[in-house]
């Protein structure tokens, strides 16, 4: 009996097929993920919402894979092949890749030679051999010469014949099944530097002559190997296991022997059939299987990579935000000059400038006196520096700002610019500063990230923020899918402001598109602020779907209903009443009144709408009404007099901001331009098979230096503060061998592991790309990084360009 989609992914998940059922069926009624795990528990029994993605993917990837089978028992049936037992053998297949083996044989195709064979007739002779190895080949086919039929002698039909018996072997799918999975288990993949290579490919170097088994490939080396392939400097080979020292037949060529019952019994066909089971497995098997299984090492390390991707965003999206403070955001330059942009407590811009204190203009005194003026004037209370270009300069200038101007009661942090270029010349930032300078647009982008780091990044494509592996050799709608998911799961979760929330932001949220945030945010304009979330049904094609799902999402401060406020869904808010009713109050004094609400039994309030699940939920955010699952704001402490690499020595103990974290490790800012590398090995006292068990973007460590390679700006870090630091050059050997890992990304820095705002900028003279620095007051020293300033782009940061470390703008 056929196992049902929901049947099989429940059995996938562990969970029961109702739960699955009832999930399906809010899918395609339009609910979204979020919507579904925090406002429909009791439909699917407490499914949350990692559970749902996983649900929904596998329902997408088995309803493909149901239309194709229906495709192919069409195009089977009409072609009059169809049997019961093959029906069954389709309706059986479980994955795309058995269903395609099955399929092989009948599916059309152009002229083979074992079709213009069958055409001459050779098909019996095929068959003649196969069964009765006895009869002596060219015996048997010099009764099918043929020169009509293009069969000129008996050397010509037994040519046919092999042709026929060997697309035979190929298509036969059980067998091809299982040769695939034992060269997936046994074989491994192989590259070499092509000739004359060496010298242009260089950043290929550790897979000039490299062989790994297919199971033990991290992604990032499968991806790394294909583009060295793509690039003409490598060619890979996949080979079926290692060589065997004795000679003879290879595994696979006897299990396909054994398969069709070809054994060396001294008889005179044996022979002939066993070159043609070796031409059989040289020819075609091996060539289809190669392909099969290139693909499958590509879509594995892609799924890795994705999911590395998906991951750190998810951490960058919900680090802590400074809050609603005023902030002047600098985006610093040389020749350019340093742009500046006031930004208020809500995000909205009340000043810009554009400063000159570094070289060639020098103008240092000036640009000192116009920020005291901008601050006194806007009161602001934070600098967000952008860490690109002259980062270090001007980290030095708001320093001693901050120094002169104690009275202003001042704080600096460095914040990533990635992705701020590509914001500035956005179509909405065209449409949010139609007046404004292109140049200053990244610096309002950089003071508003540092206030909430999620709002202002959901303006900006996720691919965009730099914190991916190799993501321009994904899978376009891999990727998106991926990281749009995780977007949505991020604002869902923290909640939108709907009378601030731009239109980006609110096109996030559940069951709103892009037009329809575009209403709202028009409407609101129009109208003034909601006053509560009812109104949002005056919204122009705000249906009643869309409120549902988008309603519990947005939040309206000091409306008409204190609920507005919260998370809970206005559908529920009969049951807040029931409360209210309980306990003889207000909504308002009930709210945060964490005394009478805990006395208050959850299952006094359940009834046929709302189960146990959501009265609990209701009862918790009465408690804290809006709260933001964000972490504290906070900021690392660098080490004052450490700014630079070359300040650095094995044995010293840092603190750092983690910007990225890759399979074989984390990158840290420890403040001195570039970021150090923790190996997967130095992470933990114990094994660490995935980093992000231990790290996370944003998080705050400490560290020991291990090693500075102070010529290729590299720096081995280690979380294990009883390490003993390396001689120089001393880095663990795998740790080299990953950093060279890293490096085989040969597309300029803009480009790699995700764009950074340097793509589309032409650059500047300086060239250098400078990074935070230390000092550990908050009115002294370098500005201290926080948890979203870990957007950085970590290969650029690491030191991986080129022997210089050249980025540029």
């Given amino acids: ?55 929904e993917e596998r329902l997408r990837y088995l309803r493909e894979l149901e239309d194709r089978r229906t495709a192919v028992l069409d195009s089977v049936r009409e072609q009059g092949k169809l049997t019961e037992a093959l029906e069954a053998r389709i309706r059986a297949a479980d994955t795309k890749a058995r269903l395609e083996d099955i399929y092989l044989p009948f599916k059309p195709k152009r002229r083979t030679k074992a079709q213009i064979a069958r055409e001459a007739g050779l098909e019996p002779l095929a068959d003649g051999l196969l069964g009765d190895p006895s009869v002596e080949p060219l015996a048997a086919a010099a009764a099918f010469v043929d020169a009509d039929k293009g069969v000129a002698d008996p050397a010509a039909a037994l040519d046919g014949a092999r042709s026929i018996l060997a697309e035979r072997f190929s298509e036969d799918a059980d067998l091809i099944g299982e040769l695939r999975e034992r060269m997936w288990t046994k074989g491994r993949l192989a590259a070499k530097v092509r000739a004359g290579k060496e010298e242009a490919g260089a950043k290929f170097a550790d897979y000039f002559d490299f062989t790994e088994p297919f199971t033990a490939l991290p992604s990032h080396r499968v991806l790394a190997m294909l583009r060295g392939e793509k690039e003409e400097v490598l060619d890979l ?125 020098n103008k240092w005194d000036q640009a000192l006196a116009k920020l005291a003026g901008l601050c006194k004037e806007h009161a602001v209370e934070l600098i967000a520096i952008g860490n690109g270009t002259a980062s270090r300069e001007t980290d030095k200038l708001a320093g001693e700002l901050i120094d002169k101007h104690p009275e202003l009661n001042l704080a600096k942090v460095m914040v990533s610019e990635a992705g ?43 691919k965009s923020i730099g914190v991916g592996q190799y993501q321009h050799d994904l899978s376009e709608v891999k990727l998106s899918r991926s990281l749009d998911a995780v977007v949505e799961d ?52 705000l249906g009643p779907k869309a409120y549902e799902q988008c309603a519990g999402f947005l939040r309206i401060r000091d409306g008409e209903d204190p609920l507005d406020a919260s998370s809970v869904h206005p559908e529920a808010y009969p049951v807040v009443r029931r409360m209210v009713k309980t306990t003889g109050s207000e909504v308002a004094s ?15 309030f359940v009834d046929e709408t709302f189960g146990l699940p959501t009265v609990t939920d209701i009862l918790r955010e009465l408690e804290k009404p809006g709260r933001d699952p964000r972490p504290a704001f906070k900021t690392a402490t660098f080490k004052e007099g450490v700014e630079k690499i070359g300040d650095l020595e094995p044995g010293m103990v840092l603190e750092g901001v983690v910007t990225n974290v890759a399979a074989f490790g984390a990158f840290i800012d420890i403040g001195v331009h570039q970021d150090g590398l923790a190996h997967v090995s130095a992470l933990s006292k114990t094994f660490v098979k995935d980093p992000r068990d231990v790290v996370k973007p944003g998080d705050i460590v400490k560290v020991k230096v291990l090693d500075v390679d102070v010529p290729r700006k590299r720096i081995s870090l280690t979380l294990r503060l009883d390490d003993d630091a390396s001689a120089p050059g001393g880095a663990p050997k795998r740790e080299r061998a990953e950093r060279g890992a890293r490096a085989q990304d040969g597309r300029p820095p803009q480009q790699r592991q995700g764009q950074t705002r340097d793509q589309g900028r032409r650059p500047r003279g300086d060239g250098n790309v400078a990074q935070p620095a230390g000092g550990n007051r908050p009115a002294r020293g370098a500005a201290p990084a926080t948890s979203n300033s870990a957007m950085a782009d970590a290969l650029r940061k690491a030191g991986l360009l080129d022997p210089k470390g050249r980025g540029g703008r």
């Avoid at 296991?241 to 299990?255: F, L």
């Fill in 420 to 462: 701020a270029s590509v914001y500035s010349a956005s179509a909405f930032a065209s449409q949010e500063f139609p007046d404004m300078d292109v140049s200053l647009r990244g610096a309002v982008s950089i003071a508003r990230r540092l206030q909430d780091p999620l709002a202002e990044l959901v303006k900006i494509d996720p």
């Fill in 590 to 604: 009930l709210i945060g009144n964490t005394g009478v609400l805990r006395s208050l039994r959850p299952d006094d």
């Fill in 237 to 361: 080979v996949l080979e079926p296991e290692e060589p065997s020292p004795e000679p003879g037949p290879s595994t696979y060529e006897n299990m396909v022997a054994r398969r069709f019952g070809v054994a060396d019994r001294g008889r005179p066909g044996d022979k002939w059939l066993a070159d043609t089971v070796r031409w059989a497995w040289r020819t075609r098997i091996l060539v289809h299987l190669g392909i099969d299984l290139r693909l499958r090492l590509r879509t594995a390390a892609e799924d890795e990579a994705v999911r590395v991707f998906a991951a750190n965003l998810r951490d960058l999206l919900l680090a802590a935000p400074a809050g609603t403070r005023a902030t002047l955001g600098l985006d610093p330059g040389f020749r350019t000059g340093v742009k500046v942009a006031v930004v208020d407590a809500t995000g909205k811009v009340v000043a810009t400038e554009v400063i000159h204190p570094h070289v060639p203009a």
């Fill in 1 to 55: 009996m056929t196992t049902s989609i929901e049947g099989r992914i429940a059995e996938e998940l562990g969970v029961r097929e109702r739960q699955v059922k009832a999930a399906v069926e809010l899918l395609d009624g339009g609910s979204t993920v979020p919507f579904i795990a925090r406002y429909r528990k009791e439909a699917t029994e407490m499914l949350d919402d990692a559970q749902l993605r996983t649900l």
């Fill in 490 to 541: 991020c604002v869902n979760g923290v909640g939108v402001d709907v009378n601030t929330a731009s239109a980006p932001l609110l096109s996030r949220v559940s069951g709103i598109s892009s037009g329809l945030a575009e209403n709202i945010v028009a409407h609101r304009d129009g109208n003034g602020p909601f006053r509560s979330r009812r109104a949002l049904k005056d919204v122009p094609r």
